[in-house]
Structures are given as structure tokens and as C-alpha cells.
């Protein structure tokens, strides 16, 4: 289906969203080619650079690729796009809401979280341990104001990771607080019960310099798992 000429300001970023929109809700689907870039400049009324470019932005997403013969054939992306897709199918008409973005994200926020604190518990410093407890300590005193706390919860968490050592957490822990990972206003009940689980947040600091990473783990987990929406989801395909 043709869609017409598309404004002129930032072209191949048009270009390049329309693309994606039609691969990621299945209008292209995997293994077939990308329409031609003569064909696709004359659809749109830009020129070939424009298209050029809007194409190998879908290859830097890992959306298409360039087959031996020369042609671009569309990638199945649920196995080879990464995390830095998530904004994009967001934004997109087709592919995961974003409510089902959200639970994923807050899912994936309670196992990296889990386990950076399980590490945390192993491989901190006994500096790090102290920190952490006084930032838990100091996190009981904040409050009652949700957004203090948030702020203050964030700042902690920040120590767990940066003690866990692992670096791909860490920017996993960034991707999230930036909005690389999309995220909607997850229901205040959830948000809530977590932040106010000052009891939970001193434990769990004491179990990290106690290094009871089994402890950790399961209690950082049951924490985290309170601002996971509970609506079922399909399984991805």
C-alpha cells in the first residue's frame, strides 16, 4: 500500500520509521526482500541518498541485512534486533504495545536486579557494603513522598549495581532510567508497595554485607516483583 510523499524535514528518518513499521507489523515479512530503492524513492518522492540512508539505519538496527546475491532481505528481528530496538517498537503501529513493553521491562528489571544484588553480595567491597547500608538506612528516613523516595531508591540501586561489577547490568540498570527501554506509568498500587517496603530495602542491605547472596537474590527479587503488572501476555514468538 502506497503511503505517498512524506514531509521533507528529516527524511530518511521518515524513511526509516515507515520502513520499520512495516517490518515490524509483518507487512515485510522475514526472509523477503526490501523493496527497491528506486522503487522505494519513487513511492515516497524523496531521492536515493534519502533512501539510502533510512536503509542502512534498518541494517544498524539489525533489521535487514544485504544477502551475497545484493539484495536486502528483512531479518526476522525477534531473534536479531537488541534492547536498542525497544524505543522504536514503541513507536511503531505494529509489534508489542507498550503496556506489554512495560511488564516486560519491569520483568526484566526484577531478574537483572536479582542477580546484580546476589553479585553484589559477593563480589562488593566492604566500603561498598557500608554504603550500601547507610544509603538504605538514609532511604528509611525518606519519605512519605513517593518522588523522594523514587529518587532515593534509585540512588541506592545504583550502589547494588555498580557493587554487583558487572558492567553489562549496569548500562542495562542506565537504559532503563534514560527511557532507551520504553516504560509507561506502571499502576500506583505496584509502584507503591515497592517504595514503601522500607523494611524489605534494610534487609536486603543487610543480607548484602552479611554476603548471604542467597538471601539477596530471593529478597531482591520479591521486592522488584511488586511493580510487575500482572496481566498475562502471549509468549514471544
Known sequence: ????????????????????????????????????????????????????????????????????????LVLNWRRSAGLDLALGIAASDGGPSVEDLTRDAMEMRACVGADAARLCAIRCSEAAAAQIVEAADRYARTGPDLTELAEADIAWWRLIVEGSGNLAYLLSFNSLLDGTLPVAEVPDDLRTAELLDVEAHQRLASHIAAREAGAVEQLARALLSLSVPSAPRKAVR
Do not use: W
Not at 524535514?9 to 515507515?18: N, R, W
Not at 542502512?56 to 541485512?65: D, G, S, Y
Open 1 to 72: 500500500m502506497t503511503q505517498g510523499p512524506i514531509r521533507r524535514e528529516a527524511v530518511s528518518d521518515q524513511l526509516f520509521a515507515v520502513l520499520r513499521d512495516r517490518i515490524l507489523g509483518g507487512e515485510l515479512p522475514p526472509g523477503s526482500p526490501l523493496t527497491a530503492e528506486r522503487d522505494l524513492a519513487a513511492e515516497f518522492g524523496v531521492n536515493r541518498h534519502a533512501v539510502r540512508e533510512a536503509v542502512k539505519r534498518l541494517q544498524q538496527a539489525r533489521l535487514v541485512e544485504v544477502s551475497h546475491g545484493g539484495r536486502t
